[in-house]
């Protein structure tokens, strides 16, 4: 029995490094993309990628080290990122992210 829990800890400490580090590749090639993307859509598309990928980098860090108390940062980074997502749409259409119309 014991045997089978290292095995499972090995396992899922080999996936958690693998993917660690593909996300943090994909977070240099989104740093690349909003640096020189071609438009701003593509550097919003880019910022949006961005939270996700922090969002799965530190569930990934939760499973990790086994704790429950990252959950919550994760939810904050995915608040965050939305609201991000919702400004930057508005001034890409817009030009303005606060309307001062007092009609």
Same mark, same amino acid.
């Given at each position: 029995? %014991?045997?089978? =829990?290292?095995? &499972?800890?090995?396992?899922?400490e080999?996936?958690?490094?693998?993917?660690? =580090?593909?996300?943090?590749?994909?977070?240099?090639?989104l740093?690349?993309?909003?640096? %020189?993307?071609? &438009?701003?859509?593509?550097?919003?598309?880019?910022?949006? *990628?961005?939270?996700?990928?922090?969002?799965?980098? *530190?569930?990934? =860090?939760?499973?990790?080290?086994? *704790?429950?108390?990252?959950?919550?940062?994760?939810?904050?980074?995915?608040?965050?990122?939305?609201?991000?997502t919702?400004? *930057?749409? %508005?001034?890409?259409?817009k030009?303005?992210i606060?309307?001062?119309?007092?009609?």
């Amino acid at each position: 029995m %014991k045997a089978a =829990i290292q095995l &499972t800890e090995n396992i899922i400490e080999i996936t958690v490094i693998g993917c660690s =580090i593909i996300i943090a590749i994909s977070l240099v090639l989104l740093l690349y993309r909003i640096l %020189k993307g071609p &438009t701003n859509p593509d550097r919003a598309v880019g910022l949006d *990628t961005i939270g996700i990928n922090l969002m799965a980098l *530190t569930g990934l =860090i939760a499973i990790y080290l086994s *704790t429950p108390y990252l959950n919550d940062i994760v939810l904050l980074v995915g608040i965050i990122g939305f609201l991000g997502t919702l400004a *930057t749409a %508005k001034y890409v259409e817009k030009g303005v992210i606060i309307d001062r119309d007092m009609d």
